[in-house]
Each structure stands twice: as structure tokens, then as C-alpha cells.
């Protein structure tokens, strides 16, 4: 079972030389079970990469893309994956049900006629939508925690339980540290019953990815960014490495970074993120998301 990182930018796609290295598609996380099938945190611009070379090897999409909310950058690969016109392919999108969001509101608005040559009724795979909201569900076979995370509109992480150990997906998450001013929105379940979410603190996050075996979560900003940029629901790496230390994972990936940021900055991010870890006496293993990165699960 692998995991490879296809998209891992936020905002929006930053391609050319400066961001060569790190990659400058948006958020897409897949997850390749040792059946075929595949789960796919997030449908980004680096989805469109990962349909390619699945045509490529003339093979279909069969498997679950889990969306994380439904900015822009986490849905904007969904229309130019080429397996939505491959009859053999089913793809099953799975979010959060709120007011005018849902999965498959992600991919209908995306393509309507002002917005995209070609309709829903163009497109040639199956199609299912599943809701998700907290707590336990299965996700391809695999159990998986979910939780709401502190993100303007919303957004949910994704903890999957692969033999023992915990792999753990938290994006567009404003940690706010140590302080962790949670927001409270409201949101519509699918039977349209309101319910509060977030609000629980940081305890409930750190319970949340607690001895996670690797935890991917937003990095985007330096502190002197986060700062000015208050209400965008993102972290800085200085906020998601304490994050992880207090919280004992073992392997931390910097994610989803900020698009004004080159490689050279990734890469000093990731420096000073290590030194942080080295000064804190634990032993953490520290990595920087990188389009093509592969890790091997369970
Ligand atoms: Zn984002």
C-alpha cells in the first residue's frame, strides 16, 4: 500500500522554475491499495496528473476520493480527470453535506456550460456520493476517523487505521497555537438537521492525531504570515511541528504550501522545522510534501 503525493499546494496551481522541485499542483493525496482500488485525499489540480498516468497505463479509476471541504484548490482537478469519461471507471466522492456544499455539488458546478465545454450528462463513468461527518466510518474497507478542523467554510481530516498504525490527513487547519481560537459555523447534515462542529479545542486535536505513524498536515505560512493573513484557516510550520511533538507522531509531512512560496522556501521551512524538532530533544522524522514523494503504508 502506497502513498504518493500528486498535488501539494494550496490556493491555486503555481507552475514554472521556481517551483520545480516541490511541485506546483493543488492538494491531491492518493492512497494505492494493494487491490487496485485507490483512495484519493483531495482534487486538486494534482489530480489531473494521477488520471493521465492511469490512462497512460490504460487503466481505470475504481476507487474514493475523499474531499477535505470545497475551496477551489482541493476540487479543481475533478472535471479534467480523464477516467470521468471512461465507462470502466467508479469513482465514489465522499464530503461534507452543508448548505449548497456537498460532494457532488463539487463536481455539477464546476460544470456548468458558462464554465466548462462539456456537461454532467456528458460524463461516461459511475458516479455514488456518500456523506461524511464525524466519527467512524469505512473508507474502501479501511477504518477511518473523521474530524472537523478550523477552516473558514469548514473542512474535515482523515485518520485511516492500516494495520495498527494510524495515517492521518489534515489539511486547511488554522492551529492557532497555543492559543487555538476555534471558530463555530453551522452546518447541514445530509437529513438537513443543524449541527455545530469544531469549537472542541485543541485537545480534541491533539487526541485526534495522537502516536499517528504520519501525520500530513498544513504548513502553509511562516509565523510572520499567519499573522497578518488571521482568519484564512491555516497553520504555520512553526504551530504544526508543535502540533506533532506534543501530540508524539512519529512522521510529519508539511503540507498543502503556500503558493507565493518557492523552493528555496519550502526547503527552509522544512530546515527550520527540523531544527525545531532537534531542539525539542524527540525524535520526530520531519519531511516537506513533494509532488512524486512515495511512502509505503502498513
Ligand atoms: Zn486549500
Same mark, same amino acid.
Given at each position: 500500500?502506497?502513498?504518493?503525493?500528486?498535488?501539494?499546494?494550496?490556493?491555486?496551481?503555481?507552475?514554472? *522554475?521556481?517551483?520545480?522541485? !516541490? &511541485?506546483? /499542483?493543488?492538494?491531491?493525496?492518493?492512497?494505492? $491499495?494493494?487491490?487496485? @482500488?485507490? #483512495?484519493?485525499?483531495?482534487?486538486?489540480?494534482?489530480?489531473?496528473?494521477?488520471?493521465?498516468?492511469?490512462?497512460?497505463?490504460?487503466?481505470?479509476?475504481?476507487?474514493?476520493?475523499?474531499?477535505?471541504?470545497?475551496?477551489?484548490?482541493?476540487?479543481?482537478?475533478?472535471?479534467?480527470?480523464?477516467?470521468?469519461?471512461?465507462?470502466?471507471?467508479?469513482? *465514489?466522492?465522499?464530503?461534507? !453535506? &452543508?448548505? /449548497?456544499?456537498?460532494?457532488?455539488?463539487?463536481? $455539477?458546478?464546476?460544470? @456548468?456550460? #458558462?464554465?466548462?465545454?462539456?456537461?454532467?450528462?456528458?460524463?461516461?463513468?459511475?458516479?455514488?456520493?456518500?456523506?461524511?461527518?464525524?466519527?467512524?466510518?469505512?473508507?474502501?474497507?479501511?477504518?477511518?476517523?473523521?474530524?472537523?478542523?478550523?477552516?473558514?467554510?469548514?473542512?474535515?481530516?482523515?485518520?485511516?487505521?492500516?494495520?495498527?498504525?494510524?495515517?492521518?490527513?489534515?489539511?486547511?487547519?488554522?492551529?492557532?497555537?497555543?492559543?487555538?481560537?476555534?471558530?463555530?459555523?453551522?452546518?447541514?447534515?445530509?437529513?438537513?438537521?443543524?449541527?455545530?462542529?469544531?469549537?472542541?479545542?485543541?485537545?480534541?486535536?491533539?487526541?485526534?492525531?495522537?502516536?499517528?505513524?504520519?501525520?500530513?498536515?498544513?504548513?502553509?505560512?511562516?509565523?510572520?504570515?499567519?499573522?497578518?493573513?488571521?482568519?484564512?484557516?491555516?497553520?504555520?510550520?512553526?504551530?504544526?511541528?508543535?502540533?506533532?511533538?506534543?501530540?508524539?507522531?512519529?512522521?510529519?509531512?508539511?503540507?498543502?504550501?503556500?503558493?507565493?512560496?518557492?523552493?528555496?522556501?519550502?526547503?527552509?521551512?522544512?530546515?527550520?522545522?527540523?531544527?525545531?524538532?532537534?531542539?525539542?530533544?524527540?525524535?520526530?522524522?520531519?519531511?516537506?510534501?513533494?509532488?512524486?514523494?512515495?511512502?509505503?503504508?502498513?
Amino acid at each position: 500500500m502506497k502513498l504518493r503525493f500528486w498535488g501539494v499546494r494550496g490556493s491555486y496551481p503555481v507552475p514554472g *522554475k521556481d517551483t520545480v522541485k !516541490y &511541485g506546483g /499542483n493543488t492538494s491531491c493525496t492518493e492512497i494505492e $491499495l494493494d487491490n487496485g @482500488r485507490r #483512495i484519493v485525499l483531495d482534487a486538486g489540480t494534482g489530480l489531473i496528473q494521477l488520471g493521465k498516468t492511469l490512462s497512460q497505463r490504460k487503466e481505470s479509476f475504481n476507487g474514493t476520493i475523499l474531499l477535505s471541504h470545497y475551496h477551489w484548490d482541493h476540487i479543481q482537478g475533478l472535471p479534467f480527470l480523464l477516467q470521468i469519461f471512461d465507462p470502466k471507471s467508479s469513482i *465514489k466522492l465522499r464530503g461534507y !453535506y &452543508g448548505e /449548497n456544499a456537498n460532494p457532488k455539488n463539487a463536481m $455539477l458546478e464546476q460544470i @456548468r456550460n #458558462i464554465y466548462c465545454p462539456f456537461e454532467y450528462k456528458d460524463l461516461l463513468a459511475s458516479f455514488d456520493y456518500e456523506p461524511v461527518t464525524e466519527g467512524r466510518t469505512e473508507v474502501e474497507g479501511i477504518q477511518t476517523d473523521v474530524i472537523f478542523m478550523n477552516h473558514p467554510g469548514g473542512s474535515v481530516s482523515y485518520k485511516f487505521h492500516i494495520n495498527g498504525k494510524k495515517y492521518i490527513y489534515v489539511t486547511d487547519n488554522d492551529i492557532t497555537f497555543p492559543e487555538f481560537d476555534y471558530k463555530v459555523e453551522a452546518f447541514k447534515t445530509q437529513d438537513s438537521t443543524e449541527k455545530e462542529f469544531i469549537s472542541n479545542g485543541i485537545q480534541k486535536v491533539i487526541d485526534f492525531v495522537r502516536d499517528a505513524d504520519l501525520l500530513i498536515h498544513d504548513s502553509m505560512y511562516y509565523r510572520g504570515e499567519a499573522n497578518v493573513r488571521v482568519g484564512y484557516g491555516h497553520s504555520c510550520f512553526e504551530d504544526t511541528v508543535s502540533l506533532a511533538l506534543e501530540a508524539n507522531v512519529k512522521k510529519l509531512v508539511l503540507f498543502h504550501h503556500d503558493p507565493d512560496h518557492n523552493d528555496e522556501e519550502v526547503a527552509n521551512i522544512l530546515e527550520l522545522s527540523r531544527a525545531k524538532v532537534r531542539d525539542s530533544g524527540k525524535q520526530m522524522e520531519c519531511v516537506a510534501a513533494q509532488e512524486g514523494l512515495e511512502i509505503e503504508l502498513g
